[in-house]
């Protein structure tokens, strides 16, 4: 049996003045899912953000987290978020342990073993004891994500999180954030300028382009690999005697000879039998190599190329 999503958005409707900023957005976020944001710029991704948690109105449509409406039931549903918009904010004078201390306050039933929890979760456990001040980007990074998690919220809104951080702390993120999924089932709905670490880091993304929804794309998952099976993709093949391939295959799939080796259009079973057909003509086959395309070139198919955040 499925479980109901997370979060889900129903005809979304953001204008201002006559200007439409969302038009009419739906989608769903499912339980435990890395679900990623990506738009041109000025497409209505913070602008969506800020109408999920509360601090922006929508001017029609609905967003339910957890069951409870935003509109109706507006503290039941923040009860059920934890967000970082734009870059956490702490003391930086306290440890990142007296932070979250602070920060557990507020929250009732969160416990010191919930704050030792987050901790071990974010792997801060061997600085949270120093002051916020000596931290670097990442590590506060990553004290944020511990404090909008503490009280164990059934989403997590993260916009734009990789901002400013470096290589190793982008990834550090990101396996913190999957981490995160597995480990409390947690959905993590987040929005990036780097579509290549979106493609690592998210089940599924949704494009939307002037405030509408393009495309959801899956990047992970049975339904990833499905369309993998079924879709047409270029392949390449390494064989000794690439005239004689061609040959063989003149007519399959706009066969052709590219950099030393022969490319073709093919489905996931047609690679199959094409190598089938090549050794049995005596070709010898030293290597099989798909070219799937990247999330990036998705994303620019879909929007015609207009650059991201």
């Not at 970082?84 to 979250?100: D, S, W």
């Not at 089940?203 to 049975?222: E, F, M, P």
């Not at 390494?238 to 093919?266: F, P, S």
């Amino acid at each position: 049996m499925s479980q109901a999503p997370v979060a889900r958005l129903q005809e979304v409707t953001k204008r201002i003045g006559s200007r439409t900023i969302i038009d009419r957005l739906s989608l769903e976020v499912n339980p435990g899912e890395v679900f990623g944001f990506l738009g041109p710029n000025g497409s209505g991704k913070t602008t969506t953000i800020r109408m999920m948690v509360g601090l922006m109105a929508m001017t029609s449509g609905d967003i339910e987290i957890g069951g409870h409406s935003v509109r109706k039931e507006y503290p039941l549903a923040a009860s059920q978020v934890g967000a970082i918009v734009e870059n956490p904010e702490m003391y930086k004078y306290l440890t990142g342990y007296q932070n979250l201390v602070h920060f557990a306050r507020m929250n009732p039933g969160v416990d010191r073993k919930r704050i030792d929890e987050v901790v071990e979760l974010v792997g801060l456990e061997g600085r949270i004891h120093d002051k916020v001040k000596k931290y670097s980007l990442g590590m506060r990074q990553r004290l944020g994500v511990a404090q909008a998690v503490m009280h164990r919220p059934k989403l997590l809104i993260l916009d734009e999180p990789t901002n400013g951080l470096d290589p190793a702390g982008i990834r550090e993120l990101r396996d913190y954030l999957r981490q995160l999924a597995q480990a409390e089932g947690t959905s993590v709905f987040v929005s990036s300028h780097l579509l290549s670490e979106m493609e690592l880091m998210c089940d599924r993304v949704a494009i939307i382009q002037t405030g509408k929804l393009i495309d959801i794309r899956s990047i992970r998952g049975a339904a990833a690999s499905e369309h993998q099976q079924t879709e047409a993709r270029e392949v390449l093949f390494e064989v000794d005697h690439t005239d004689a391939a061609l040959g063989v295959l003149q007519g399959q799939g706009g066969v052709r000879i590219a950099d030393g080796q022969l490319a073709l259009t093919a489905a996931r079973e047609e690679i199959a039998e094409t190598n089938r057909r090549l050794v049995q003509a005596g070709i010898r086959v030293y290597g099989i190599r798909t070219k799937t395309k990247s999330l990036e070139d998705q994303f620019l198919e879909v929007t015609g190329g207009e650059s991201v955040d």
